[in-house]
């Protein structure tokens, strides 16, 4: 099947739409509990047309071997009217036959992009809800410092530090970009060492160093395309300058390719398994990367505009796993123990809460957000959010396993499940370490479990 996707074509199922026709009341069901409206009618009519398209054509194609064949009978015969008859019919099926083929992959195209458009639905244990508001506790962790003078916000501390400049950062990208310097600079390295350390050697995640350019399929394939195509940083590459040119020409530097710039290392790691099957002896497999992550932040409009919060470039350590359905659920529970491992240890108070109908995420049946506790803003704001997408992702790379009881090349095989979860945002935990650990003289105490990360530096000061 094709789907036109922004400029590209890309070949996915999506969703299985013989399980629509089976399930309409449950996947419409799912649909209402997301706030959308019923779509199985629609979508069973397209793939009807899609039917009729195919089988069209295929009559076509069997008439028009037979009449080819029939030809040479009534060659043979003598029967000459009858030939000239059937060669004219022949020559009509070869006139009627580009419009076959066009409304056969009009037809494909239809359902194909209706169905990239509709969002995972989620699992019956998610609670219904509008936005999040609706979102869930479900356990808190720490408790919140008191303070003996009104703490700051991060930006005040780390521009009171003389380490975060966002002035500058304006003047070389614009707006949402910081330079951080020194011991902030250096905090943030840490973190990101600390968290892959972590994940590596105690939670059994094997470290991956992913491009972080990637092609129009391996973001179809994470469901960032085509309904998040505005909250994309796309690349256009241009023409190397081959050699004997002294400088370059308006034609070398025309734009030959497009790519994209990753908004999560998410894409990269689970993309490691598209187009593959996999034996159910390699599953799960357990992805960690440490990755610069852009986003165009085009929804974000007045919101976060000070600070590091919301940025087009940040630093993230990613979760990935690929796992058989057995197994997607506990590796769910796993993969969020592992995140609020890192909070734990860094000495951050934390609520867990799973996100409503509403408020979860395109490709996600289920999503648990960890929120960290910010003194300066007085409120909990999201850290990480570590989702279950079930074989949502995986069709839409056809990424498959064969069981391991399975006999025979194909027999048994199956889609995987993908998790993914921040492991966690990098920036977002040094803005949580400024607020919790600032000083009433603007200094900042560095975690315990940073310092050897630190150089033994246990303050940052101005």
């Not at 399930?23 to 069901?29: L, P, Q, S, V």
């Not at 494909?108 to 990239?116: G, K, R, S, V």
């Not at 796993?321 to 197994?327: K, L, R, V």
Request: overall charge negative.
């Amino acid at each position: 099947m094709t789907v036109c996707c922004h400029s590209f074509t890309v070949r996915a199922s999506m969703y299985d739409i013989k399980w629509i026709r089976e399930n309409a009341e449950i996947f419409d069901r799912g649909r209402v509990r997301r706030g959308l409206e019923p779509m199985s009618a629609q979508l069973l009519a397209f793939d009807d047309a899609r039917r009729a398209a195919i089988g069209e054509l295929q009559r076509a194609q069997e008439r028009r071997n037979a009449a080819s064949k029939e030809i040479g009978a009534a060659m043979k015969a003598g029967d000459t009217a009858k030939a000239e008859a059937l060669k004219a019919e022949v020559a009509q099926i070869k006139e009627n036959w580009p419009a076959l083929e066009e409304t056969e992959r009009y037809a494909i195209a239809e359902l194909d992009t209706a169905l990239a458009s509709i969002p995972n639905t989620p699992l019956d244990e998610v609670p219904d809800g509008a936005d999040e508001n609706d979102n869930v506790e479900v356990a808190r962790w720490g408790e919140t410092r008191e303070f003996d003078f009104t703490p700051k916000e991060h930006f005040e501390i780390g521009e009171g530090l003389g380490l975060m400049d966002f002035e500058t950062a304006a003047k070389i990208s614009g707006a949402r970009f910081v330079v951080n310097k020194g011991g902030l600079a250096r905090l943030e390295r840490a973190l990101a060492q600390f968290m892959l350390d972590l994940h590596t050697g105690e939670h059994g995640y094997m470290e991956v160093s992913p491009p972080l350019l990637v092609r129009d399929g391996a973001m179809f394939g994470t469901a960032q395309l085509p309904k998040f195509q505005d909250d994309q940083f796309s690349v256009t590459a241009g023409r190397q300058i081959g050699s004997g040119q002294s400088e370059p020409t308006a034609e070398a530097l025309l734009p030959t390719a497009d790519y994209w710039l990753i908004p999560t290392a998410e894409v990269p790691l689970t993309n490691l398994a598209r187009e593959s099957i996999l034996d159910e002896a390699q599953l799960p497999m357990r992805l960690t990367a440490g990755t610069y992550c852009f986003r165009a932040e085009a929804g974000a409009a007045g919101k976060d505009t000070r600070g590091m919060i919301r940025q087009h470039q940040f630093y993230k350590v990613e979760l990935v796993s690929i796992t058989t359905p057995e197994q997607s659920l506990a590796e769910h529970k796993r993969m969020t123990e592992c995140a609020e491992k890192v909070l734990q240890l860094l000495e951050l108070p934390y609520r867990k809460v799973v996100l409503c109908t509403g408020d979860m995420g395109f490709a996600s049946q289920k999503t648990y957000d960890l929120e960290v506790w910010l003194p300066g803003q007085g409120k909990y704001r999201e850290i990480s959010s570590c989702s279950v997408c079930g074989d949502f992702q995986a069709r839409r790379m056809n990424a498959r396993y064969r069981p391991a009881e399975s006999k025979g090349k194909n027999k048994g095989i199956g889609f995987v499940h993908t998790l993914n979860g921040s492991g966690v945002a990098v920036g977002r935990a040094m803005v949580a370490v400024l607020e919790n650990y600032q000083q009433a003289d603007g200094s900042v105490d560095v975690p315990r479990v940073l310092r050897p990360y630190m150089g033994g530096l246990s303050r940052l000061s101005r």
